[in-house]
């Protein structure tokens, strides 16, 4: 599987991004999409996950409610709507995906920077 993410930007505080990751490979639906992201100076964080087949989903608690993890089949595509962007959301996001039942996202990729302004 390859990713490709995209969307970042800049946008000020209690605006609206949406991301959007591109995945390419064989069998999607044995795989786990996630969002991630890395404030400088910080350790990266898991932000939202979503099943490539069904639709569960799951988020840090510091964005339920803002931000909203979703899939398009038809385009090999997840995206992560952000809302109520708030500057400590500025961060490198990167799109991530590990097999269903696994334990370590081992395919990423490349990140797209968010920056939200006060």
């Known amino acids: 599987v390859q990713l490709q993410a995209s969307g970042g930007g800049l946008v000020q505080a209690g605006g609206s991004l949406r991301l959007s990751c591109v995945a390419s490979g064989r069998a999607l639906s044995s795989y786990v999409m996630g969002w991630f992201r890395q404030a400088p100076g910080k350790e990266r964080e898991f932000v939202a996950s979503v099943l490539w087949s069904g639709a569960s989903t799951a988020y840090a608690d510091s964005v339920k409610g803002r931000f909203t993890i979703s899939r398009d089949r038809t385009k090999n595509t997840v995206y992560l709507r952000m809302d109520s962007l708030k500057p400590e959301d500025t961060a490198l996001y990167s799109c991530?995906?590990?097999?269903?039942?696994?334990?370590?996202?081992?395919?990423w990729g490349q990140g797209t920077l968010v920056t939200v302004s006060s």
């Open positions: 991530a995906a590990k097999f269903r039942g696994g334990t370590n996202w081992n395919t």
